[in-house]
T-cell receptor, first 115, second 111 residues
Framework: DADVTQTPRNRITKTGKRIMLECSQT?????MYWYRQDPGLGLRLIYY???????NKGEISDGYSVSRQAQAKFSLSLESAIPNQTALYFC??????????????FGPGTRLLVL | GENVEQHPSTLSVQEGDSAVIKCTYS??????FPWYKQELGKRPQLIID?????GEKKDQRIAVTLNKTAKHFSLHITETQPEDSAVYFC??????????FGTGTRLTVIP
């Protein structure tokens, strides 16, 4: 779905480095999310934002921070990367319709390797 | 909070047979249950969803059933084809209006 893009698509970094993953969307959705995916663990929510002034921690927020720069942009930062943050990271967007949550649209993912 | 359990973790079926994946959830207030398909190296994509005001929904070869009393829902794929091979995730909405995902089922359709 080209409406949700992520950069970079692949990244190799070293322990202790700060890195930022970026997400942009053209769907006009207010809600944006960051997930990480590990084999056998499914998709786990890191942070989510319901609008530019609203940031919330998800299930596994330790070691991560986010910034909602605009309705269309939501970035994820690893302040000091560690090897167990090696994972596939997905950004997603969604919206409410008549008060009900609509489906989430995922970006293509960023594969991160921390050495 | 919500917890979603998904079974089985792997499933192999012969082409043309049916496949069933089951999920249970813990929050009785959950009212939205989507299913996502993730092909190798691709992003998860919605294939079907169901809200708590219905018990079953069908879309061609795919169907989802929901039992609110037992707090479980299932994905049914009939007449499986090799292109159905993928990882399937169930999810349930949480009180914070987010989705909590199951751990996934790797479906392999053997030609």
């Amino acid at each position: 779905d080209a409406d949700v893009t992520q950069t970079p698509r692949n990244r190799i970094t070293k322990t202790g480095k700060r890195i930022m993953l970026e997400c942009s969307q053209t769907k006009g959705h207010d809600r944006m999310y960051w997930y990480r995916q590990d084999p056998g663990l499914g998709l786990r929510l890191i942070y989510y934002s319901f609008d530019v002034k609203d940031i919330n921690k998800g299930e596994i927020s330790d070691g991560y921070s986010v910034s909602r720069q605009a309705q269309a942009k939501f970035s994820l930062s690893l302040e000091s990367a560690i090897p167990n943050q090696t994972a596939l990271y997905f950004c997603a967007t969604s919206d409410l319709l008549a008060g009900e949550l609509e489906t989430q649209y995922f970006g293509p993912g960023t594969r991160l390797l921390v050495l | 909070g919500e917890n979603v359990e998904q079974h089985p973790s792997t499933l192999s079926v012969q082409e043309g047979d049916s496949a069933v994946i089951k999920c249970t959830y813990s929050d009785s207030a959950s009212n939205y249950f989507p299913w996502y398909k993730q092909e190798l190296g691709k992003r998860p994509q919605l294939i079907i969803d169901i809200r708590s005001n219905v018990g079953e929904k069908k879309d061609q070869r795919i169907a989802v059933t929901l039992n609110k009393t037992a707090k479980h829902f299932s994905l049914h794929i009939t007449e499986t084809q090799p292109e159905d091979s993928a990882v399937y995730f169930c999810a349930a909405i949480t009180g914070a209006n987010n989705l909590f995902f199951g751990t996934g089922t790797r479906l392999t359709v053997i030609p």
